[in-house]
């Protein structure tokens, strides 16, 4: 879990330095007015090499006085550090797992940062304290901390970086903290243990994929007061629901993509591999990279009129996908391979269509109901159409009435099939229609 909100620390001033290059050696050094350049050519001519050694003298003078400032690595207990001289970065950790609390304050100075990598691959780290003293968890930070259950985020982190808890599949819960403002790339990918997630209202940025490949993930829950972003039922959307950016990787079922939203975003559905059946409304335009990646169940999709773009590998290796249903005409396909992952269908009139759309095979979706009539096993018709493409047989008692019983799910082997209905008479009256999986 990650959660419990402390309070923010008392704010430092820190205070830039300058580093210059002396006889091979790197020194601190604080110029105060003319720049050294400037310094060394006011220098009045004596004689030869006299300017430059008096130049050399009063810098070696002031270096010699001046307290360094440069940042050296240093070890304080299980953790290796550095300090800018106003505050503390904890660079890396040397123990030996298990529950871990970061030091507040190292030598009289505040921890302030936890450093890119600094507890990279401590797979025997269950839990960590932060203090409140911290302000930004670095990249990669705990990247790779498989065992890693619990962690508490005080109030004054401003940012966590691109990949900070990276397959951390130990992690089950996220209470993100009212002070952060940037949650990095990835930062919270393939954390397979991972059932919620809450987005306070100060997150102005989320980076791509930050939580990507958590299966288990059932809810990202945005504050109502954030500016850039929002929920529904569980889905992060930006501020005005145009565009649908993670559907959580645990949901199950089908989902019905509202109708507000424009752009399905890059990766949006990544894996999740629950989800047995989305519908696309009329409202959407693009569907972005890699949107429905490696969604195992799903079985069907219907690509409504208005969508006139798709991104490379948008349903690559979903394994059980059947078939891509177009009502429009082609779209945009990026220039990768591998798009799709089962025959795309297209309706007569539509325009733009060849043989392959992108490198997947393309078939017309043309059945028609013909030559109905009463027989010895009932009442029945026939159904012609492009060889091999799929249909639902649906019945209804009343046309107007929207619920429909599938009947049958079959391929027009060599274009054409009979169908009938042995159980029509049990009905005062039955409609029949075809529809696409």
Not at 52 to 58: F, G, I, P
Request: with cysteine; aromatic share 10%.
């Amino acid at each position: 879990m990650i959660g419990l909100c402390d309070p923010a620390p008392t704010s430092r001033t820190v205070f830039p330095k300058i580093i210059c290059r002396l006889a091979g050696q790197i020194s601190p050094c604080l110029w105060v007015g003319k720049s050294a350049y400037q310094q060394k050519r006011t220098v009045n001519a004596t004689r030869p090499g006299t300017a430059m050694k008096n130049t050399l003298l009063a810098l070696l003078g002031f270096i010699f006085l001046t307290t360094p400032l440069v940042a050296t690595a240093q070890q304080f207990g299980d953790f290796t550090y550095t300090s800018n001289g106003s505050g503390v970065t904890i660079t890396h950790y040397t123990g030996s797992g298990g529950a871990v609390a970061i030091p507040d304050t190292i030598n009289g100075l505040p921890v302030t940062i936890i450093g890119n990598n600094a507890f990279r691959n401590q797979f025997s780290l269950t839990s960590v304290t932060i203090p409140a003293s911290v302000t930004s968890i670095g990249s990669d930070a705990f990247f790779d901390c498989i065992s890693l259950a619990s962690v508490t985020i005080p109030g004054g982190v401003t940012s966590i970086g691109d990949f900070a808890f990276y397959y951390c599949p130990s992690l089950t819960n996220v209470i993100i903290c009212g002070s952060v403002t940037t949650i990095g790339r990835e930062a919270f990918e393939s954390c397979a243990g991972l059932t919620s997630v809450t987005i306070p209202a100060s997150v102005t940025s989320i980076g791509d994929g930050a939580f990507w490949y958590c299966s288990s993930l059932m809810a990202i829950t945005v504050d109502a007061a954030n500016a850039f972003y929002s929920s529904a039922d569980g889905v992060l959307f930006n501020r005005s629901l145009t565009t649908l950016i993670q559907y959580p990787g645990g949901k199950a079922g089908s989902y019905l993509i509202p109708g507000s939203v424009t752009n399905i975003g890059d990766a949006a559905f990544v894996s999740c591999n629950n989800l047995t059946g989305v519908t696309i409304p009329g409202s959407v335009v693009s569907i972005g990279h890699d949107a429905f990646l490696t969604c195992y169940s799903l079985t069907s999709v219907t690509i409504p009129r208005s969508v006139t773009a798709i991104g490379d590998y948008a349903f690559r290796a979903c394994i059980s996908l059947r078939g891509v249903f177009f009502q429009g005409n082609a779209p945009t396909v990026g220039p990768n391979p591998a798009t799709f992952s089962a025959t795309v269908y297209y309706l007569p009139g539509t325009t733009g269509w060849g043989a392959t759309l992108g490198d997947t095979l393309t078939s017309l979706w043309n059945p028609l109901m013909q030559s109905s009539g009463a027989g010895p096993d009932g009442f029945g018709f026939n159904i012609t159409g492009t060889a091999d493409i799929p249909v639902v047989i649906e019945a209804a008692t009343n046309p107007a009435n929207t619920t429909w019983v599938p009947l049958r799910s079959l391929n027009l082997t060599n274009g054409a099939f009979y169908f009938s209905d042995p159980n029509w008479t049990n009905y005062p009256a039955r409609s029949y229609r075809i529809r696409s999986p």
